[in-house]
């Protein structure tokens, strides 16, 4: 439709017919309404002087702009547009999903010539739906860093360290050991404490029965060698070590407790944490306790003869408490019966 001001008021000049469209005009007040849709309308409301021109839809909010425009030689009017900023979907519609007013705003605004260009507005709004993609979607797949995989089951973090043995400083590499022999690995907190002393005697008096199985013990604390060293040569009589049948290691940097996950880091000390480690390399056992509790010598050997028996068995497995010359069991539903029936 379009619609051209004269001097004083303004005429239609042309009308765009349609079915659904209406066009009434009332020259004594000076007001044109023209529907758009059952829930849109354009109305038009002027005087001698001015013109506002309304384009809104039912129940929805607005924004406006105005615009000068000229109605007679000797006086300026202002044209004011509001512009709906959604409409539904069974409504007329002047946007999209991202919406854009009919009438573009620009930083510069130039008063408008004697005509005003209106087009018919679609019926319909233009709606766009696409599902998510299915890598969005949620998974239950569980996909762990190196940092968060357990210990056990894993190769054991390697290490190279000082270390003091027969009371001589030496070098302690844990590669060095795979292919050779299993390791008891443990970690206790400080030389010269009260818990500590009771199990590194322990296991080194019992030095022998882990070399029969193969076996080397290794002791860590964050001390340095010479801490270790003097408290090696301080009599156990008086709280100290005495001669060891093991090496004890230093880790003044901390680095091997935190790679097994035993530090406390606003200590700066280890908690009391014991792997032991097969010939390839692959830890098989571990366990923590906190610092007020010792560990039990009987018990690593158990559960390291038990690791012996079932990777050289591999058909077989040990049941709880399990020791040598005692009745394992086969790890099938039907064959685990004979050994429920023998208990």
């Not at 406390?264 to 571990?286: C, M, N, T, W, Y």
Request: with cysteine; glycine share 4%.
């Amino acid at each position: 439709m379009l619609f051209q001001n004269t001097q004083n008021a303004f005429k239609p000049k042309a009308i765009l017919h349609s079915p659904s469209l209406a066009l009434s005009l009332s020259l004594p007040s000076h007001s044109l309404t023209y529907p758009l849709s059952p829930s849109c309308f354009l109305s038009l409301n002027f005087t001698s002087t001015t013109t506002v021109v309304t384009l809104s839809l039912q129940s929805h909010p607005t924004q406006s702009y105005s615009n000068p425009i000229s109605t007679s030689p000797s006086s300026r009017a202002r044209e004011r547009v509001n512009i709906p900023m959604a409409c539904s979907a069974t409504s007329a519609s002047l946007f999209s999903l991202n919406p854009t007013p009919l009438f573009s705003p620009k930083p510069s605004l130039s008063p408008l010539p004697n005509s005003l260009h209106l087009s018919p507005l679609p019926t319909r709004p233009s709606l766009s739906l696409t599902r998510p993609s299915p890598s969005r979607r949620s998974s239950f797949l569980v996909k762990a860093s190196s940092s968060e995989l357990p210990l056990v089951g894993n190769i054991a973090p390697d290490f190279e360290a000082e270390a003091v043995f027969d009371q001589e400083f030496i070098k302690v590499k844990l590669s060095d050991y795979i292919g050779k022999k299993y390791v008891v690995l443990f970690f206790y907190p400080l030389d010269f404490t009260f818990v500590c002393p009771t199990e590194i005697t322990a296991f080194s008096d019992r030095h022998a029965e882990f070399e029969a199985l193969n076996t080397e013990i290794l002791a860590v604390s964050v001390d340095s060698v010479f801490s270790h060293l003097a408290w090696i040569q301080t009599d156990r009589k008086s709280g100290g070590l005495g001669d060891l049948k093991y090496p004890l290691i230093s880790d003044v940097t901390k680095s091997i407790a935190k790679s097994y996950g035993v530090l406390i880091p606003d200590q700066g000390i280890a908690l009391r944490g014991l792997f032991i480690i097969d010939k390839e390399g692959v830890i098989q056992h571990s366990t923590i306790n906190n610092l007020a509790i010792g560990r039990s010598v009987d018990e690593t050997k158990r559960t390291l003869q038990a690791i012996q028996y079932v990777q050289e068995n591999p058909d077989e497995v040990c049941p709880a408490g399990w020791k040598p010359g005692e009745k394992s069991m086969k790890p099938d539903p039907k064959l685990s019966k004979d050994y429920f029936a023998a208990v």
